[in-house]
C-alpha cells in the first residue's frame, strides 16, 4: 500500500493550496481518508476526514469553511482545498487511510503518507 501526498509549497497569508493524496494497494472506496498535520514545535493535528463513498466529512474547527476535503474515487485520490490560509497552518501535512472513522489526533491508523511542507507566510 502507498500513500503519496503532494501539492505543498509556499504561500502568502490569505492564499491557496490543493493538496493530493495518489493511493495504491488499497480497496480505496472502503477507506475513510483523512489528513493530519504536524506543525514546527507542535503535536500532530486531525485535519479533516471524508468517508469512503464521499457523502460525510469531519473538520477540525480551526479550519472549517476555509478547508475542504474530497475524493475521486475512480483516481484512488484525496484533496484537501486549502483557502484563506494563515501562517499557522504552517505545517508538513500527512494523509492517513482508516477503515474506521477517525478524529483524534492520535487515533490508530492504518496507513500513512509521507508528508507534504505546506508553509504559509505572514
Known amino acids: 500500500v502507498q500513500l503519496q501526498a503532494s501539492g505543498g509549497g509556499l504561500v502568502q497569508a490569505g492564499g491557496s493550496l490543493r493538496l493530493s493524496c495518489a493511493t495504491s494497494?488499497?480497496?480505496?472506496?472502503?477507506?475513510?481518508m483523512g489528513w493530519f498535520r504536524q506543525g514546527p514545535g507542535k503535536e500532530r493535528e486531525f485535519v479533516a476526514i471524508?468517508?469512503?463513498?464521499?457523502?460525510?466529512?469531519y473538520y477540525l474547527d480551526s479550519v472549517k469553511g476555509r478547508f475542504t476535503i474530497s475524493r475521486d474515487n475512480a483516481k484512488n485520490t484525496v484533496y484537501l482545498q486549502m483557502n484563506s490560509l494563515k501562517p499557522e497552518d504552517t505545517a508538513v501535512y500527512y494523509c492517513?487511510?482508516?477503515?474506521?472513522?477517525?478524529?483524534?489526533?492520535?487515533?490508530?491508523?492504518?496507513?500513512w503518507g509521507k508528508g507534504t511542507q505546506v508553509t504559509v507566510s505572514s
Open positions: 471524508i468517508s469512503g463513498g464521499g457523502g460525510t466529512t
Open positions: 494497494g488499497l480497496t480505496f472506496n472502503r477507506y475513510y
Open positions: 492517513a487511510a482508516d477503515r474506521e472513522f477517525y478524529s483524534g489526533s492520535y487515533s490508530p491508523i492504518e496507513y
